[in-house]
């Protein structure tokens, strides 16, 4: 094996289907990407976007552990302010408990939402407006710590051991943080690509070891997708940059097929927003995706390589990953 590689999945609504059909093919992406060799499957945390079905990594996480074998299934991730640090540490337990040795718990800072859904999901003005993400850490860290009797709040089941905890980011503020509390720090690329080199260096540089982990480990998170032709993979990638060019100019839906792409029609501001969407995904044959992706590894000093797949058709979804598990040599049986 190269470099391991690993599954992002925010559980895409293609047009034309059911919003619930999404986390079936979740379910079915999982079962084949744990044969493939894939090392680790993470679930996203959005809400309210058309086009993602990925709202509840937590539940998704043990339905996912269920039907897969090897893996390592998380979070990429829970966004902390959203939820009570007493809440995501019982969860976590629970998941572990059911699946030891397979949870990972990757956490992030941003609400993975708009304002208003953010505003719904935390409840008051004061909340949404407050950063109190130490505070939040601190919280979720403190439970996770070896049960004291005399505590009078502790996170049940006691008799597991915590997973391991993740932070997520998108820039150097994030990689600040991860390098602090001695974690491992998963870099979102397909977010911010200009600032990967830089924030994963900061990391690196600030990195402070743990009893949580002994040295740095870091997890490049982007967006690829590959097919069999150039010609197939660019007509996968028309999609992906129709979905962008509608959500970044205010119009989100669900991730539309290459069909309604070809037959869009862009005006100024949207074609510069294509243009830019270019470079927040990687997208050809398996050879040229391989290329790019490892280029980006070492650049970015990358441990792990996590691949976020969009596409309208499952079965091209599927097939990307199939394919780069055979390019990546990850040598297990495609059956």
């Known amino acids: 094996m190269l470099i391991p590689l690993s599954v992002l999945d925010l559980s895409p609504i293609p047009a034309g289907s059911k919003d619930s059909e999404a986390l079936t093919n979740t379910l079915d992406l999982a079962r084949v990407t744990d044969r493939l060799g894939y090392v680790r499957y993470w679930l996203a945390e959005h809400h309210s976007i058309p086009s993602v079905a990925s709202t509840s990594p937590e539940i998704m996480i ?6 897969t074998n090897r893996m390592r299934i998380g979070s990429g991730g829970i966004m902390l302010p959203n939820h009570a640090p007493l809440r995501i540490a019982e969860e976590f337990r629970v998941l572990e408990a059911l699946h030891p040795g397979r949870i990972d718990l990757g956490v992030g800072r941003a609400p993975g939402s708009s304002q208003a859904t953010a505003l719904a999901l ?24 070896p049960p004291d009797n005399d505590d009078s709040i502790q996170a049940i089941p006691r008799d597991v051991s915590t997973p391991p905890l993740w932070m997520l980011g998108s820039t150097a503020d994030g990689a600040k943080i991860a390098a602090g509390l001695g974690v491992g720090f ?17 990391y690196r540089s600030m990195f402070k070891a743990s ?12 967006s690829a997708i590959c097919a069999e ?39 100024d501001w949207e074609r ?36 976020m797949t969009m596409a309208h058709s499952h079965a091209a979804r599927v097939r990307s990953y199939e394919l780069l598990a055979r390019e990546f040599e990850l040598g297990v049986s495609e059956k």
Not at 186 to 202: K, R
Request: charged share 25%; glycine share 4%.
């Open 62 to 67: 043990g339905h996912v552990a269920s039907v």
């Open 186 to 202: 998963s870099f979102a690329h397909h977010i911010n690509p200009e600032l990967a080199e830089y924030a994963i260096q900061v």
């Open 211 to 222: 009893p949580r982990l002994d040295r740095p480990r870091v997890i490049l998170a982007l």
């Open 122 to 145: 935390r409840r008051s003005k004061e909340r949404l407006m407050v950063d109190d993400f130490p505070e939040l850490i601190g919280e979720l860290l403190h439970f996770f710590r």
């Open 229 to 267: 032709t150039p010609a197939e993979a660019e007509q996968l990638a028309s999609s992906l940059e129709l979905a962008w060019v509608r959500l970044r100019s205010g119009k989100p839906s669900k991730f539309p097929s290459p069909e309604e792409a070809a037959a869009s029609q862009y005006d």
């Open 272 to 307: 510069q927003l294509g243009r830019a969407a270019r470079a927040h995904f990687t997208a050809g044959t398996p050879a040229e995706v391989k290329t790019r992706l490892l280029d980006l590894a070492a650049r970015c000093q990358a441990d792990e390589i996590m691949i």
